[in-house]
């Protein structure tokens, strides 16, 4: 079992930046690859970005490419998204996602954290 739990979200306001954190304990967490979903509300959860296992390759969705920065330290068993230049199309509950698989679907990822709220306020 993989324990996530998130942290950073709150209210911003559109244009700003907030810093997601997502501490893992349980099983090895380099051994997982490391993935951020957002739901928001009426929609369904979507992929936001993942990054692999080293740390050294990443994917985002588009909506967020440049925008956003996932990253991980896996001494501190912690995934980290940075937000900038937040929208208010970003506002969604964030979900951070463990797998043994490198994907993009929900079905992919084996664990779960229970989300922190984003609210980006124009």
């Known amino acids: 079992q993989v324990q996530l739990v998130e942290s950073g979200g709150g209210l911003v306001q559109a244009g700003g930046s907030l810093s997601l954190s997502c501490a893992a304990s349980g099983r090895t967490f380099s051994d997982y690859f490391m993935g951020w979903f957002r739901q928001a509300p009426g929609k369904e959860r979507e992929f936001v970005a993942r990054i692999a296992r080293s740390g050294l390759t990443t994917t985002y969705a588009d909506s967020v490419k440049g925008r956003f920065t996932i990253s991980r330290d896996n001494a501190k068993n912690t995934v980290f998204l940075q937000m900038n230049s937040l929208k208010p199309e970003d506002t969604a509950v964030y979900y951070c996602?463990?797998?043994?698989?490198?994907?993009?679907?929900?079905?992919?990822?084996?664990?779960w954290g229970q989300g922190t709220q984003v609210t980006v306020s124009s």
């Open positions: 996602a463990a797998g043994l698989r490198w994907g993009v679907r929900e079905n992919e990822y084996e664990y």
